[in-house]
């Protein structure tokens, strides 16, 4: 991306206000025993009634430097980095998805407190096997048609709540993340939230993390965007 299309697109900067807070705090690793409470928590952000969820690992450090992107840590914003999150969203608009659908944003892992707690030493699977409740709870809320998980680390996770490790598609997920292509999966979303007993069904789909598309991997990656949201008509 060069420095005048990141400024272009800070139109495409998310509002605070449309964040999804699902509680005013989190006790949840505490309540399983790893030892630290929650805190600024970055939630979802989006349309509650976005047809396309959009789901990264977990918080993007701190980059107070930067005039608008600086980090979920600062931001309180999932995928609001200039790495990664602005990134992405200007790949987004180039595929044309804004006009077409609404988009709703959020991480596996809601904070990363566990960092930077002195003695604490916990790892992506540590933090998302708790943390996964709010995005089951993200789903049964949002209920989106299609959801592209973002990165091998989001993609295990997401796949999980339908299917164990084992069963992943033969296909595996190098394909996903290498931008070969993607591969549909159909689930029962009440299975997913556990707590709403609605039935609706999501087309899973994985591909590379944004922070590592650079030069001749953004025209691909945006036919891959352009590519999955076009099974939404």
Known sequence: MRKEE???????????????????????????GLGFVGRDIVWGNGARDARLMVVGRDSADRKPNERLWRGSRCTGLPLTNKKS????????????????????????????????????????????????QHLRRELAIVRPKILIALGEPAAERVWGFWHTRSSLPSVGLAPEVTLVGFHPFTGALNEAAGEDGGHATVEVFALMHPSRVEGSREDPYVANLRAIVARLS
């Open 85 to 132: 999150g602005a990134k992405l969203r200007i790949m987004l608009a180039k595929a044309d998805i804004y006009s077409r659908t609404t988009v709703f944003f959020t991480n596996t892992v809601k904070c990363n407190v566990g960092r930077d707690e002195p003695g604490l030493r916990l790892s992506f699977a540590d933090l998302a096997d708790v943390c996964l």
């Open 6 to 32: 990141y400024d272009r697109y800070d139109q495409l900067f998310p509002r605070l206000s449309d964040s999804l807070a699902l509680s005013d705090g989190c006790t949840l690793c505490q309540e399983q």
